[in-house]
Nanobody
Framework: QVQLSESGGGSVQAGGSLRLACTFS????????LAWFRQAPGKEREGVAH????????HKSDSAKGRFAIARDNAVNTMYLQMDSLQPDDTAVYFC????????????????????????WGKGTPVTVSS
């Protein structure tokens, strides 16, 4: 069982920055992959960024590349998403998600940001970017 809790959402103007945090707790010692997803009103949930169990490997969506950075600190059980150069299209509820090690079998390069690979979810934190 993994529990996740997001924080750091808010309202910013276009071009601004926000740093989201996701604290995670788990009962077992199984390493977990973590990711950020987002869901805008009327749209499907989409993957933003993934980070491996130790933090050494990351994957990002095309919209996140060059603007967002994902990191984790396992010593304090926290994952971060630094978002710079925010645009109105980034307005969404941002969720953190967790998947146990071994959840990403196969060769599909999109698997790291596929919601169906993730078993545990936080409740989300809203981000609003105004023009």
């Amino acid at each position: 069982q993994v529990q996740l809790s997001e924080s750091g959402g808010g309202s910013v103007q276009a071009g601004g920055s926000l740093r989201l945090a996701c604290t995670f707790s788990r009962l077992a010692s199984t390493p977990i992959h973590l990711a950020w997803f987002r869901q805008a009103p009327g749209k499907e949930r989409e993957g933003v960024a993934h980070i491996s169990t130790g933090g050494g490997v990351t994957h990002k969506s095309d919209s996140a590349k060059g603007r967002f950075a994902i990191a984790r600190d396992n010593a304090v059980n926290t994952m971060y998403l630094q978002m710079d150069s925010l645009q109105p299209d980034d307005t969404a509820v941002y969720f953190c998600a967790a998947a146990p090690q071994g959840s990403f079998g196969g060769l599909d390069p999109a698997r790291w940001l596929s919601a169906d690979r993730y078993k545990y979810w936080g409740k989300g934190t809203p981000v609003t970017v105004s023009s």
